[in-house]
């Protein structure tokens, strides 16, 4: 089997980016593939005809809404599927292409229809992407930023914008972030939610501002701030890295003088995060996952399925056509050979590895 992955590697890779310059999602010339979907509608006896006609629009609207969570973004999804009903599924009849009933009746108060539905899946990713709910990529690591103590928006604000303008690292809104008790606890509740919240560092700042001197007698008031951050991992709870500032201001009024000391804190407290973080925290690597010889849209949602019951930190499906797919991925355990054991291990596909190249491994199905 290794003489024969081998040799064969070098054939599927080029057979793979062959696929890759497929005709783009944007094109819609990819030949629409069925998914067997469900639906439901409130039975009207005076008019049965209408009850199961809603009943198919709903089949074909889960339909979309597999289809659609293939290529979304699976740590966002549930605050993108909002967007995806009032985009997507607003016009269903531009991604589908035709729907056959296969079983269907009165179920109580209900009409239920089961029904094979063909979807234009590049319509639909790029459909997702013109409404920037595709995912990023997956090799990003995502920090949660959280304020100790009294919170200040302008230090806040300073901090994250000098950061993002000096790091790989993206540092993204979450609910917890927000709540009072949680964050006047101790540190392993939060890192517990921000590990639920799909965070992988969590960055736990404090920061206050103090007159500095005597500012009456002058007309301007001198302030001082002081900061301080912890860089922690959220799997772990170990400390990666904690780091102090100061930051001194003076204007003609108290409240912006503490403003500019504060903002002056988070730029200085940032700058120096951002450069040791970077050297400290290697990026993830991503490791990409070609597929090929896949049966459907079905069977690429079993494979997702089973992906995403592995070791990861991310994963995107990066495009699909011709039973051919491409996935980014991020394992904890970033060797890509032990990665493609790990997916092996837990198949029930029937996957067969054809071979690892560098970043790229590369499977087949057996038909």
């Known amino acids: 089997m290794k003489n024969l992955a081998k040799t064969l590697l070098p054939v599927l890779l080029a057979a793979a980016a062959a696929c890759a310059h497929a005709p783009a999602p944007g094109s819609y010339r990819a030949a629409p593939e069925p998914l067997t979907a469900d639906g439901s509608a409130a039975f009207d006896e005076r008019n049965p005809g209408v009850s199961r006609e809603l009943a198919a629009l709903d089949a074909e609207k889960n339909a979309l809404r597999r289809t659609a969570g293939l290529f979304m973004d699976e740590a966002s999804a549930a605050d993108n599927y909002p967007a995806l ?13 035709k729907r056959k009933v296969i079983s269907e009746g009165q179920d109580g108060a209900s009409y239920r229809v089961r029904a094979k539905v063909w979807v234009y899946h590049d319509k639909i990713a790029s459909a997702l992407r013109g409404m920037n709910l595709a995912g990023t990529d997956a090799a990003a690591t995502v920090a949660a930023f959280v304020q100790r103590g009294p919170a200040d928006k302008t230090f806040s604000a300073a901090f994250r914008e000098a950061f993002s303008r000096r790091s790989a690292i993206t540092i993204k809104d979450f609910p917890f972030a927000s709540d009072a008790g949680l964050l006047s606890g101790p540190d392993q509740p939060v ?17 206050s501002a103090v007159p500095s001197g005597a500012g009456l007698n002058t007309g301007f008031y001198p302030s001082r701030a002081e900061a301080s951050l912890k860089i922690l991992d959220v799997k772990t709870g170990r400390e ?11 204007d003609s009024s108290e409240a912006a003088s503490f403003a500019k000391a504060m903002a002056s804190a988070g730029e200085l407290l940032a700058a120096e995060a951002a450069g040791k973080a970077d050297r ?9 996952l070609r597929f090929l010889g896949l ?3 079905e069977t690429l949602e079993k494979l997702k399925a089973q992906l ?8 995107r499906l990066v495009s699909y056509s011709d039973g051919a797919a491409v996935f980014s991925a991020v394992p904890r355990q970033p060797d890509p050979q032990e990665f493609a054991s790990v997916i092996l291990r837990g198949d029930s596909l029937g996957l067969q590895l054809e071979g690892v190249a560098g970043q790229e491994v590369v499977f087949s199905m057996s038909r």
């Open 85 to 97: 009903e009032i985009g997507l599924l607003k016009t269903p009849q531009l991604y589908v292409a």
């Open 191 to 207: 890192l517990d939610a921000a590990d639920d919240a799909g965070a992988d560092l969590l960055f736990s700042v404090s920061a």
């Open 240 to 250: 990666l890295l904690s780091l102090s500032s100061q930051a001194n201001a003076i």
């Open 280 to 288: 400290l925290l290697k990026q993830d690597t991503a490791v990409k």
């Open 295 to 297: 049966d459907g849209l």
């Open 308 to 315: 995403l019951r592995t070791d990861l930190k991310g994963l």
